[in-house]
């Protein structure tokens, strides 16, 4: 199956395979979901402080971050978004997004999907709910014609790099960054 070629996802009803019995599932994320996803956003830019102290805690709510959730879940543009949802609360999120092949033209036979956020609550960690979001945002883009995934994290948030690499991720590219100025 080839990417859509108006960036429109036609599918609102995609639905993972991974749902279990218990009271928390995952499921693709609705247009009202979208303020949770934020706040749980947050909670990212919160943890990321300490490995990154410009990480800037009210980006979540500006209108740029508002836009793209708002975006992600209405599955927009090459967007798709899904929660984890325990007794109707949201307490998990991962987006997906499908890379341009525009973008790709350097990579021969690469159709890239890159989840771009993933948060779980604070309190809900450590339950395999990452894993999960993972698992559906894969889904999703190996139905929507990607070959590959990429995920990305700072070098120095080890928790979110454990993960990655317990589903399989491998280190593709190292980017480097230096201060030459001070703010």
């Not at 009803?13 to 956003?41: C, T, V, Y």
């Not at 990212?44 to 300490?50: K, P």
């Not at 889904?139 to 014609?145: L, M, Q, S, V």
């Not at 120095?156 to 990655?164: E, K, P, T």
């Amino acid at each position: 199956m080839g990417l859509p070629k108006d960036g429109m996802m036609e599918d609102r009803g995609f639905r993972s395979k991974l749902e279990d019995a218990n009271s928390m599932h995952i499921r693709q994320a609705i247009p009202s979901d979208w303020k949770r996803i934020q706040d749980l956003n947050r909670q990212i830019f919160e943890y990321e402080l300490q490995v990154e102290p410009t990480s800037n805690l009210e980006f979540p709510y500006t209108d740029e971050a508002v836009s793209y959730f708002k975006r992600a879940a209405e599955a927009r543009d090459s967007h798709a978004a899904f929660v984890c949802e325990d007794n109707s609360d949201v307490i998990g999120y991962a987006i997906v997004k499908l890379i341009p092949p525009q973008e790709l033209t350097h990579r021969v036979g690469v159709r890239l999907a890159q989840v771009h956020t993933l948060s779980v609550d604070k309190a809900y960690r450590g339950q395999g709910i990452g894993k999960r979001l993972v698992a559906a945002a894969r889904e999703w883009a190996i139905h929507h014609g990607a070959n590959r995934m990429k995920i990305v994290a700072y070098a120095g948030n080890d928790v979110a790099r454990g993960l990655y690499r317990s589903l399989g991720f491998r280190e593709f590219e190292v980017a480097y960054e230096l201060e030459i100025a001070k703010a």
